[in-house]
């Protein structure tokens, strides 16, 4: 599916454009006139039954006219709604130029993994919401799409089977070491080798990745992508150390006292799989999403063929929830033979905190939506197998404290679903393994480790990020958490 590395010559309507541009005459309402660039994907029908990516990709055309349409704001409200400060307008000006190496090192001045960015970042709420185009256009939707683009100077380097390693300073003779090889882990690993010092990621999972490879499936964020970035990162020197469960095979005080690393970053996620609570989560046939996501993503379940993973098969699944890991783990479902998949969630889908574009993918590909609606209990039969599930019908209350409308039960509303497997991705926490055996280090009542503004825990030379410490988040916004830590070691290493 991949589109080829060349070049291709811009048609009439793209040099056009261009030749205003060059001389000055490109003007806001040329630009506004462009049409949105529509994403070009994979027929629903032929992706339910494979793990290829769903979306495809700009065009080289397409992405340059989706580049015309941005306004060059000189107040560019993009980049503030950007949590990493991407210069938008820079990255994008160069698309449009048909700069496309000078366009990702634009992006990469502020983002260490655009390729991943630009494919899972819910942008619609971040910097497309305040883009000027969409509000021009008085639609959302119309924005200038920033992600694909994003995703299209990624993805130009990519196709030229180029690796970009960076710059690595000459060797301080510091060790720090990483716990967790997530977004937050990897982004501040790379930014602790660039400034010369010896990193060692510990990761429990014998892969590296973090939810990128566990959880977010393929046919949304190609394996091989993470791969990449992690190749670069041992390319510059990161040693990465798989099995390795911080807490159990070492505790922090053993790194930095009996190991000689000088500092730690601590991004171990938020991996515990919260449950309902009802009567009938124990039954055969109730999983997490977690779970079921591992199973198939990172144990190669899906791939039939090649991997004996078990991995259960049910005709009727019910999804329980209404973010991305439940779109994720119904779509998987569907691809995993499941003739009926019901999305099971008490609001309605205005306040489903799930992408815009997972929700219609998933529909596309013919996942059941139930709004209104939450099980009280999971039935089984004589063998402990899930035979169906009772629900009750809901109706919208008041905000409550997320803002959102807050679902109320219809009293006497009790029906019944007919399913042979529940998969419950209502959200998860931290593991508490690591922080029950260092318990110097001071968490939050919800689990979570608190920091200082500078990422710095409780902990002497203990630094978190990411996941562990603003609960389950974005990839986005771990990066950033990794980075921001990361800066603050090399400045106490640096003092030293
Ligand atoms: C199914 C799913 C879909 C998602 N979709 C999106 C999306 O579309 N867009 C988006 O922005 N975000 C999405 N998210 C959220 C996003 O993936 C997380 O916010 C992000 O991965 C958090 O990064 P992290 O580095 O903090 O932790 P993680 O990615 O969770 O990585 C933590 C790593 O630490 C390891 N670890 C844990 N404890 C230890 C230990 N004691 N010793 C050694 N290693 C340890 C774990 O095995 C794991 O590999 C999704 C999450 C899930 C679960």
């Known amino acids: 599916m991949n589109r080829p590395a060349e070049f291709e010559a811009p048609t009439a309507s793209v040099r056009g454009l261009l030749e205003k541009l060059g001389?000055?005459?490109?003007?806001?309402?040329?630009?506004?006139?462009?049409?949105?660039q529509e994403m070009p994907a994979q027929d629903p029908a032929a992706r339910r039954g494979n793990m290829d990516e769903v979306a495809l990709g700009y065009s080289e055309e397409q992405a340059r006219l989706e580049a015309l349409r941005c306004l060059q704001c000189k107040n560019a409200p993009c980049i503030a709604s950007c949590p990493v400060g991407i210069d938008i307008p820079g990255f994008i000006a160069e698309?449009?130029?048909?700069?496309?190496?000078?366009?990702?090192?634009?992006?990469?001045?502020?983002?260490?993994?655009?390729?991943?960015c630009g494919r899972v970042c819910p942008q619609e709420v971040q910097c497309q919401a305040t883009?000027?185009?969409?509000?021009?256009?008085?639609?959302?939707?119309?924005?200038?799409?920033?992600?694909?683009?994003?995703?299209?100077?990624?993805?130009?380097?990519?196709?030229?089977?180029r690796l970009e390693v960076p710059a690595v300073k000459p060797a301080t003779g510091k060790r720090v070491a990483v716990v967790g090889s997530g977004p937050a882990g990897l982004a501040a690993a790379a930014d602790l080798a660039k400034e010369g010092h010896a990193v060692t990621i510990f990761e429990a999972f014998h892969k590296p990745g973090g939810v990128m490879i566990y959880g977010i499936p393929e046919f949304r964020l190609p394996k091989d992508i993470v791969g990449r970035e992690i190749e670069a990162l041992e390319q510059m020197g990161v040693e990465i150390r798989t099995n390795f469960l911080v807490g159990r095979t070492r505790s922090l005080k053993d790194l930095l006292d009996r190991d000689g690393f000088a500092a730690v970053f601590i991004g171990s996620g938020a991996g515990l799989p919260k449950f309902m609570d009802i009567p009938g989560?124990?039954?055969?046939?109730?999983?997490s999403a977690n779970e079921y996501l591992t199973r198939s993503n990172l144990m190669r379940a899906y791939d039939l063929q090649h991997a004996d993973t078990p991995i259960f098969k049910a005709k009727r699944m019910a999804v329980l929830g209404?973010?991305?890991?439940?779109?994720?783990?119904?779509?998987?479902?569907?691809?995993?033979?499941?003739?009926k998949v019901f999305?099971?969630?008490?609001?309605?889908?205005?306040?489903?905190?799930?992408?815009?574009?997972?929700?219609?993918?998933?529909?596309?590909?013919?996942?059941?939506?139930?709004f209104l609606e939450s099980?009280?209990?999971i039935l089984g039969d004589e063998r402990k197998r899930v035979t169906g599930m009772e629900c009750l019908s809901y109706t919208l209350g008041d905000p409550d404290a997320s803002g959102r409308r807050s679902p109320v039960a219809v009293p006497g509303s009790e029906h019944l679903l007919d399913v042979d497997a529940v998969i419950v991705a209502i959200g998860n926490e931290s593991h508490p393994l690591l922080l029950q055996t260092n318990p110097e280090i001071a968490v939050s009542r919800r689990g979570n480790i608190i920091t200082d503004e500078t990422g710095k825990t409780s902990m002497d030379r203990v630094y978190a990020g990411g996941d562990i410490v603003l609960g389950a988040a974005t990839v986005i916004l771990a990066m950033g958490e990794g980075r921001r830590a990361a800066a603050s070691i090399n400045r106490l290493l640096a003092e030293e």
């Open 131 to 161: 883009c000027t185009v969409g509000k021009s256009l008085k639609s959302l939707d119309k924005a200038v799409s920033i992600g694909r683009l994003e995703r299209f100077a990624a993805d130009r380097e990519r196709e030229s089977g």
């Open 281 to 287: 989560e124990n039954l055969i046939g109730v999983f």
């Open 343 to 370: 999305l099971v969630y008490r609001r309605t889908e205005r306040e489903m905190p799930a992408r815009v574009e997972e929700v219609a993918h998933a529909r596309e590909e013919g996942v059941v939506f139930r």
């Open 375 to 377: 099980p009280t209990r």
């Open 23 to 36: 001389e000055g005459r490109l003007s806001v309402r040329d630009r506004l006139a462009i049409p949105p």
């Open 322 to 339: 209404g973010g991305n890991v439940a779109m994720d783990a119904a779509r998987t479902a569907v691809r995993m033979g499941a003739e």
């Open 95 to 116: 698309i449009a130029a048909g700069r496309y190496a000078e366009s990702l090192a634009v992006l990469k001045k502020s983002n260490l993994f655009p390729a991943i």
